[in-house]
């Protein structure tokens, strides 16, 4: 019985990575070149076995294959993208996360792949509480720093908006809010600035954009 029940995990162990391996194969025929398809295939199996999410892997090649990237390329950037999964579920484990679903660790890499280290990563995500959505939060945090926020100012605002009991839109709101800084002038990091502490908007009520100081009246 034992026997059987090792020869049974054994099999599922290794089915695992071939399923998922002739799954993206078959994706990606006819849409990426057959060398890339067979690579990310292979790539993908691996990834895969370790409970990762294949997803990304796949899309990352399809965009690569739509945009005419040669093939090495797109390669190389697919296995960068899954040591980036990887390090994105390294940082949740860390952050007492033992088991991440796929759609936290693609959030992960998200951040990670937008300049927010793994440590930031870490203790961003243990700061992450009902009811906010960890994956969301973290993807929210990398468009901040897509966006020209300092990572260590980027994981600052979004913490304090989670202390200060921002609701989960508060939260979603944080790049517009930039982005609309920034329409005025101000870098990114001069619209993060105060973002989320003293006024329905974000900003501190003197708060303007660099070369619109106002006025004073004589």
Request: no cysteine; net charge neutral; charged share 20%.
């Amino acid at each position: 019985m034992k026997h059987a029940a090792l020869v049974l995990l054994l099999v599922t162990a290794i089915a695992v990575p071939l399923g998922a391996q002739s799954d993206v194969a078959a994706r990606l025929a006819g849409r990426v070149p057959p060398e890339v398809a067979r690579a990310v295939a292979e790539i993908a199996a691996g990834v895969a076995a370790r409970g990762l999410p294949v997803e990304p892997l796949v899309q990352k090649a399809v965009e690569g294959g739509a945009k005419g990237v040669p093939s090495d390329r797109v390669i190389a950037a697919v296995r960068a993208l899954a040591a980036r999964l990887d390090e994105a579920a390294g940082a949740l484990r860390s952050a007492g996360l033992s088991n991440p679903d796929a759609d936290l660790v693609d959030g992960t890499a998200y951040a990670l792949s937008q300049g927010l280290s793994a440590a930031q990563v870490r203790d961003l995500a243990r700061a992450i509480h009902a009811p906010y959505d960890a994956a969301t939060t973290l993807r929210v945090a990398a468009t901040l720093s897509g966006l020209g926020v300092p990572p260590k100012q980027t994981v600052q605002l979004v913490e304090g908006v989670l202390q200060a009991g921002g609701t989960p839109d508060d939260v979603l709101d944080l790049p517009s809010e930039v982005e609309a800084g920034m329409a005025h002038g101000a870098s990114a990091a001069q619209a993060a600035q105060g973002l989320g502490h003293d006024d329905t908007h974000g900003r501190p009520p003197t708060w303007v954009p660099p070369g619109h100081a106002k006025k004073h009246k004589p």
